[in-house]
């Protein structure tokens, strides 16, 4: 937006059509002299980083990973998958699929890849397999964040088995009568 030559009322209805456009999370549009650059690098707007410390002590597992490794795993998370102390100093050991019943791989991937594209999902259900082997029902959201100069998905899981076991309980209670 260039101050020269415009008149206020120009200004105005240019600042006016900005404003309508953020509400409407539309793309704002290049000034001409730019456009004739398209073929330039666009540099992206610094993104401030996440700072995992500030998941450490919510009452839902949260975890940075990507395809290959885990960056982050909290304390909620630590328990709900019944970690050991000695792999939490080194998750980049673990795959966030290792704990995923490879029933799901593939539906989850795909997942994993639309979300890293920005769509989202609403309560994704699966089942899981903490570290000792015992199976969970989990319920889990994800979305990307910038983390170590990457963008990376970050995890937010819930146990859901007691849920599931209810939810089962009425199903064969309603099957009796």
């Known amino acids: 937006m260039s101050l020269k030559n415009k008149t206020k009322q120009e200004l105005i209805n240019e600042i006016n059509e900005l404003k309508k456009q953020l509400r409407l999370k539309t793309t704002l549009p290049q000034p001409a002299a730019k456009a004739d650059k398209s073929k330039e690098k666009t540099k992206l ?7 995992p410390e500030t998941f450490e002590t919510v009452p839902f597992g949260y975890v940075l990973f990507d395809e290959k490794k885990i960056y982050y795993i909290n ?13 939490l100093k080194d998750p980049t050991k673990l795959s ?9 791989h593939p539906h989850i991937r795909k997942m994993n890849k639309e979300v890293m594209k920005g769509k989202f999902f ?12 015992k199976k969970i029902n989990i319920e889990s959201f994800a979305k990307t964040v910038q983390y170590q100069g990457k963008k990376i998905l970050q995890g937010f899981f819930r146990d859901i088995s007691d849920k599931k076991n209810i939810q089962s309980e009425l199903i064969k209670t309603k099957d009796n009568f």
């Open 96 to 104: 966030i699929y290792q704990f995923i019943e490879k029933e799901f």
């Open 75 to 87: 304390k909620t998370a630590k328990d709900l998958f019944k970690l050991p102390n000695t792999l």
């Open 122 to 133: 609403n309560g994704v259900e699966s089942v899981c397999r903490d570290y000792k082997g």
């Open 45 to 51: 707007p610094k993104v401030k980083e996440i700072d």
